[in-house]
């Protein structure tokens, strides 16, 4: 242990505790004698204590983790910064535990620009810098030491609002309508930046939308480019939207109906078409399966059919719609013939008559008919029956059975007397 003290040289812990201690010790014996002595001591040794205090907690100087940003205020109304301010660097001396929990959040940097006109100032930053606990904390340097800052004159336009879309909607979706609360957007700011401001749009992410949806997106002014213009203000900064997806793929149930061609047999009608199943499921494009109200089958020939039919028949499928599962259907077509009627005078066959006689007068028979139109149209020749039979007869007026008979499907109106005079004379 040193004996006496240079106050120009360093001295390390145990050797300012030794100092205070014998400073302490005089003290004492000089406080017997005098009072005002004693006092004058007590102050000296609270000097000596803060001393040795700050001896034992010895500082260390490194940078504060982090960057403070500059918070420029009071600018005046007029005018706007065209510029960024940089972020500083702090360098502290502090002591060892003040450093275990110190950040940039423990400092500010608020430049007051009050006073500065338009125009580019250097700007000492140092003085600016605010922080809290100055008794273990001491500034020791900022970097960068000094700031630009750019004054301009302040400007507003408006612009009318827009948006951007990003990303891809999913298979099956499309963008319908884009609807923002307000028309337009205004920019404020500096003339340099403003001027630069093409329009003012919001992002819209398409990875996100699975449906029409109701969202408050950000806005962002951007020069020609597509680059971001910041350091401008925009009002509002962010706006609702509604935003409509359409499906573009849709299924949808439509009717199947018959097609047919060409007409039925003489004498033949329709009477019914039957379908199963009688509609079908399709899809596709939206724009595509909303123009289609119904499917149709392939053409069923119906020329000359006189009978019902019952086939199985494919689907008419337009291009772009699928049909799921079986594009077939089964088609019953119900044909009836046409009913009339017909009134005719039929001659009398004449069996077993001998050749020396012959009827005074031809017989003959008038039948009103009903039944299908095609057979009517062919009664002289389907096989209607009407006939005497006359066998051994002669000379004279006789009375005989008339025998009568229609094929199936006719039916007589006006029924035949069921026996007829015949008058036979001699064959001359």
Do not use: C
């Amino acid at each position: 242990m040193r004996d006496r003290f240079d106050l120009d040289q360093e001295i390390n812990r145990d050797e300012a505790l030794e100092l205070a201690r014998r400073f302490w010790n005089r003290l004492y014996n000089a406080g017997k004698s005098s009072p005002s002595l004693l006092i004058i001591s007590i102050l000296l040794s609270l000097s000596l204590w803060v001393f040795v205090t700050d001896t034992e907690n010895a500082r260390e100087i490194d940078s504060v983790p982090g960057f403070v940003p500059v918070v420029p205020v009071s600018i005046a109304s007029n005018l706007a910064i065209a510029n960024v301010p940089p972020t500083l660097k702090i360098f502290v001396a502090a002591t060892p535990d003040r450093w275990d929990t110190l950040t940039s959040a423990d400092f500010q940097a608020r430049v007051n620009l009050n006073d500065y006109p338009e125009g580019e100032h250097l700007i000492d930053i140092a003085p600016h810098i605010e922080f809290a606990d100055k008794r273990s904390v001491r500034l020791v340097e900022v970097t960068p030491s000094q700031i630009t800052i750019i004054l301009e004159p302040r400007i507003t336009k408006t612009f009318r609002t827009e948006y951007q879309l990003y990303g891809s909607l999913a298979s099956g979706l499309q963008m319908g309508q884009v609807q923002f609360a307000q028309q337009d957007t205004t920019v404020t700011g500096p003339k340099s930046l403003v001027g630069q401001v093409d329009s003012v749009a919001m992002n819209l992410d398409l990875n996100d939308l699975a449906g029409t949806s109701k969202r408050t997106l950000a806005l962002h002014a951007y020069d020609t480019s597509g680059g971001e213009i910041g350091g401008v203000r925009l009002n509002p900064s962010s706006m609702d939207v509604d935003i409509e997806v359409l499906e573009t793929q849709i299924v949808k149930r439509v009717p199947i109906v018959i097609s047919t061609s060409g007409n039925p047999a003489p004498g033949f009608s329709i009477t019914g078409l039957q379908i199963f199943p009688d509609s079908v499921e399709i899809s596709g494009e939206r724009v595509v399966i909303e123009g289609i109200e119904s499917i149709y089958t392939n053409d069923i020939q119906l020329d000359s059919i006189s009978q019902n039919i019952s086939r199985k028949i494919g689907l008419r499928v337009p291009t772009a719609v699928e049909v799921p599962g079986n594009q077939f259907a089964d088609v019953e077509i119900s044909v009836v013939s046409i009913q009339g009627q017909v009134e005719i005078t039929l001659p009398i066959s004449i069996e077993g008559l001998a050749p020396e006689f012959r009827p005074k007068e031809t017989p003959v028979l008038t039948v009103k008919f009903s039944g299908p139109v095609n057979l009517l149209k062919e009664i002289w020749t389907i096989g209607v029956i009407a006939k005497i039979e006359l066998t051994d007869l002669g000379v004279g007026v006789h009375t005989v059975p008339l025998f009568f008979d229609v094929p199936e499907g006719i039916k007589v109106l006006t029924e035949p007397p069921p026996n007829l005079d015949v008058e036979l004379i001699a064959t001359e």
